[in-house]
């Protein structure tokens, strides 16, 4: 007989026992004013795994004592929103409302998500999304609109220790300063069932904020012995990845933040988001590519070797490969970051676009112009021109609706 995963026992079963959420449940505080009302809303909870968006969703529908429909938006299509439509008609009739809960909604396309509206508009179905995505980005409008976005946050250390601590209550696990000649008792044996504190910590910031990984690591560092310590958790967890989609959010937030530290000048950060992104597995080549980018953007002048360095840097990547590609990142990113900075060139060339945008039609002027025939230079074309290294005719370069402009500030 299959047990029930751990995660899924300690799961909240009222708004009260939610922990590490105290932006969105408390006194005051949208969810818990959401039941106090008795009157359901359409949600889309956002927020990364592990943090209670699922349990949330339950835990609304048991107070609402509503019909709670659960799909993912991985495996659903058309024939369970039908099923789930025709269910919500028959709820109606016996005045039960139907919230239906979309794990990962992020993953219906368009037409699966305008398949709802007309029944989130009429009040048929109750919904609540679950993303890890931007909404912004992955929900249509219509349905963001009806629907209030919630922001679940990753749980801190201190919350996730807490749910380890209800757990080890609930599985009669005794937490210890020390273990004493018990780290590798097997775990068939009939002696009581101990972790460290420190244990207890490692698994808290192995998690990333992730109750449920927290709690499969405990879970599984409990079967293998009956004294777990460090040495268990690593061994039980692995090499843990910080949670990181190539394609989502952490993906575009880590890569932001990678280039604010080097523009801020500060080296530790720098090395510290870019060690995170080659953890994970990111393309070194797109890092690179960042980085060639921001020695024209944020050092330009100042530094006029920052973008032949970050050149090389992107060659040199191409090149070796991972992961000794990791060092020349690094070596380049201590540079940019220590470099001075100056985005001069930067705000010339958007000033440069803005007025050719507003100025596209007006003429070059006709002394500017090339005169290849007799008839171009009686006419004036290229009047006064010279073929010398540094020739200046005091004249205005620009056309002449614009010839006061100053688009480069030094």
């Known amino acids: 007989m299959n047990r029930v995963p751990l995660a899924e026992r300690m799961r909240p079963q009222k708004l009260s026992e939610v922990l590490g959420q105290e932006e969105i449940v408390g006194e005051g505080k949208i969810l818990t ?14 927020g990364p795994p592990g943090t209670g968006k699922t349990t949330l969703a339950r835990i609304l529908a048991k107070e609402f004592q509503a019909d709670f429909v659960e799909i993912s938006a991985v495996t659903a299509g058309k ?41 989130v508009e009429s009040g048929l179905i109750t919904l609540i999304g679950a993303t890890t995505e931007n909404p912004s980005f992955e929900v249509i409008s219509p349905l963001l609109s009806r629907s209030r976005v919630v922001v679940v946050a990753p749980l801190a250390k201190l919350a996730i220790l807490e749910v380890l601590k209800r757990a080890c209550k609930v599985e009669k696990v005794k937490i210890v300063k020390k273990l004493k000649n018990e780290t590798n008792v097997a775990k068939n044996t009939e002696m009581s069932v101990k972790i460290t504190q420190k244990a207890l910590e490692l698994i808290a910031e192995l998690s990333g904020g992730d109750a449920r990984s927290a709690l499969g ?117 201590v540079a940019l970051a220590k470099s001075k900075k ?30 290849p025939t007799k008839l ?33 500030g030094i």
């Open 217 to 333: 690591d405990l879970e599984l560092a409990l079967s293998l012995t009956n004294a777990v310590d460090e040495r268990v958790v690593l061994e039980a967890a692995g090499r843990k990845m910080p949670g990181y989609d190539k394609k989502g959010d952490k993906h575009y937030d880590t890569i932001s933040a990678f280039i604010k530290s080097m523009r801020g000048s500060d080296v530790d950060a720098a090395l510290y988001y870019l060690a995170r992104m080659v953890e994970a597995g990111e393309d070194p080549k797109f890092i690179a590519r960042r980085m060639v980018i921001f020695a024209s953007e944020d050092i330009g002048l100042a530094g006029n070797g920052a973008l032949s360095l970050a050149t090389a840097c992107f060659q040199a990547v191409e090149r070796v490969g991972m992961p000794e590609s990791g060092l020349i990142l690094a070596h380049a990113t």
């Open 342 to 371: 100056s985005r001069a060139t930067t705000d010339a060339w958007y000033k440069a676009l803005e007025v050719a945008r507003k100025s596209r039609g007006e003429p070059v002027p006709v002394w500017l112009r090339n005169a």
């Open 33 to 46: 004013e959401i039941v106090r009302q008795k009157e359901p809303v359409n949600l889309i909870f956002w």
């Open 79 to 119: 024939k369970d929103v039908e099923e789930v439509v025709t269910r919500a008609r028959v709820n109606w009739n016996l005045k039960t409302r139907t919230i239906l809960f979309v794990d990962e909604i992020h993953r219906f396309n368009k037409a699966q998500q305008d398949a709802f509206l007309p029944h």
């Open 376 to 408: 171009m230079k009686d006419l004036g074309y290229g009047k006064g021109q010279k073929w010398e290294a540094g020739f200046h005719l005091d004249k205005n370069y620009l056309p002449d609706s614009i010839k006061n402009e100053k688009l480069f």
